[in-house]
């Protein structure tokens, strides 16, 4: 990348260029603007060639640290998934909806949580705040293995829950820092399959330490330590060299910076304000885009809580022991990593979300009837539903590419990361509480849910794509709708604007 490199101007050191940067930040526009200012760099453009090394640089360093924030953040929440079957309902004394209330218990505070992350994520460095979170929440589930009874599990799941929700608003807006809209889609795949690959891990460590014997030490006590203990390691490396945005990307030259943020400026999301707008908040409040969102993202959900909660359980129910059940949840963590990296793929270019978003929900429709409606006696079919409905996972990482992509305005977009996390909640909330003791062993209201809330979301994400395509019309229908040959000043594409504010903005669908 010489013709990078090679640029040695005077801009100074990264302290100074901040220390200039801040100077200068009154809220009006994106610090990327005044960077860029800063170290007259605005000319700069990349080749081809450049552009591709670049972007392997910027995925080298910070799509695995994302990918391991999110494996170990589905690990430790599902690991209360695996030690049901290695026998905490038994040595707790869990009693009829003791369990599903603790999976509950886990989102609720979740959810609740994200109210003050829409201002804390606008305030703090997004990646050092990230990383706290992941330690600390590492330190909960170790602590998971003093549980005793009941109460001390849901205060541990409480914590767990509330330290965690800041993992889906983050890794969503550091994602957007670094790459358009056409190149994001399969960089938020790949930091997703942390997903499936936490199943598949989970699974492992679920059937390495059953074989764990100890009468004071059970094995799911043990589980909980270990996978507690690497969570806190994951943690600090996240801390240590996950950049909070381009412009302190300390592997990166000044000059590489600068191309970044020349790269992305097509997006007119903006980079990086920490200035609160709370008007900007109020318009996340009444704009219908969100609101669809969040609704597909609570429908798309009910299923993947069941699955994530319960499926080692129903696993079990078919009649296989607490080892072999471990084992066979595996196959879910492969149908996960698939459908997201297909999907995430499929939605390199800008117009096809909606239709991969639906496409992925049909074969977890498929899953779901399999497991509510296939009998009992045919194993098989009813282990190939409940692997299928896995697939209904690619839908989040979807939505979140278009909460990246179509919402502008720093308060704004932090909202609708926020919001969509709270919806994820709320769906997560639903799906366990489906499960009640009067209906064991079959659930058969449960897996109904499961297939008539996936239709619900494929159903929905037409009607946003329709809704994208209408505004995109109506936008185009004005008589300064096009910027085809207007020639805007670089503060103007870096203005602070929403998605509703700045005339020149284009959903992508």
């Not at 945005?245 to 990166?252: G, I, K, T, V």
Request: hydrophobic share 45%.
């Amino acid at each position: 990348m010489s013709s990078l490199n090679d640029r040695t101007k005077s801009s100074g050191s990264t302290a100074e260029v901040e220390a200039r940067v801040s100077a200068r930040d009154d809220g009006n526009v994106d610090q990327a603007y005044l960077f860029l200012s800063s170290v007259n760099e605005n000319g700069l453009a990349l080749s081809g060639a450049d552009r591709r090394k670049l972007l392997a640089k910027i995925d080298w360093r910070i799509v695995p640290i994302m990918f391991l924030c999110y494996a170990v953040s589905f690990v430790d929440k599902v690991s209360l998934n695996y030690a049901a079957v290695m026998g905490l309902t038994n040595d707790l004394k869990l009693r009829g909806n003791d369990f599903s209330n603790t999976a509950t218990a886990f989102f609720a505070a979740y959810l609740i949580a994200e109210i003050p992350t829409i201002f804390i994520l606008n305030k703090v460095p997004v990646a050092k705040w990230l990383g706290a979170n992941v330690v600390l929440w590492g330190i909960a589930t170790a602590c998971t293995a003093a549980a005793h009874d009941f109460s001390s599990l849901l205060t541990a799941r409480i914590f767990l829950g509330i330290l965690q929700a800041a993992i889906a608003p983050s890794l969503m807006l550091l994602s957007s820092q670094y790459y358009t809209k056409a190149e994001q889609g399969p960089r938020f795949a790949f930091w997703y399959c942390g997903l499936g690959v936490g199943q598949i891990v989970g699974g492992l460590a679920s059937y390495g330490f059953q074989h764990v014997h100890k009468h004071d030490f059970q094995g799911w006590r043990l589980m909980f330590v270990v996978l507690g203990c690497v969570t806190v390691l994951i943690g600090g490396a996240t801390v240590l060299f996950l950049p909070d945005s381009p412009m302190s990307a300390s592997f990166l030259t000044i000059p590489e910076r600068a191309a970044v943020l020349k790269h992305v400026e097509t997006n007119r999301t903006g980079v990086l304000n920490r200035h609160i707008k709370p008007r900007q908040i109020q318009e996340g409040l009444l704009d219908p885009q969100l609101w669809l969102l969040a609704l597909m993202t609570i429908l798309a959900t009910i299923p993947s809580g069941v699955v994530s909660t319960y499926s080692a359980t129903l696993i079990k129910g078919l009649g296989y022991r607490t080892t072999t059940a471990a084992l066979l949840n595996m196959p879910s963590g492969i149908i996960s990593i698939a459908s997201v990296l297909i999907a995430g793929y499929g939605t390199r270019s800008t117009s096809n979300r909606g239709l991969w978003y639906a496409g992925v929900c049909l074969p977890a429709i498929l899953g779901g009837a399999l497991m509510s409606f296939m009998s009992k006696k045919n194993e098989g079919g009813l282990l190939a539903g409940i692997y299928l409905v896995n697939c209904i996972v690619a839908t989040f990482p979807i939505a979140l590419q278009w909460t990246a992509a179509n919402v502008a305005g720093s308060s704004k977009r932090t909202f609708g990361a926020a919001l969509l996390a709270f919806a994820f909640g709320v769906g997560n909330i639903i799906g366990p509480q489906t499960f009640q003791a009067r209906d064991a062993p079959d659930y058969y209201p449960a897996k109904i849910t499961v297939v008539v809330s996936q239709a619900a979301a494929a159903m929905l994400a037409v009607v946003l794509t329709v809704y994208y395509r209408w505004v995109n019309t109506q936008r185009d229908r004005k008589p300064d709708g096009y910027v085809n040959n207007i020639i805007e000043s670089e503060q103007e594409k870096w203005q602070n604007l929403t998605d509703k504010q700045d005339r020149y903005f284009r959903y992508v669908y």
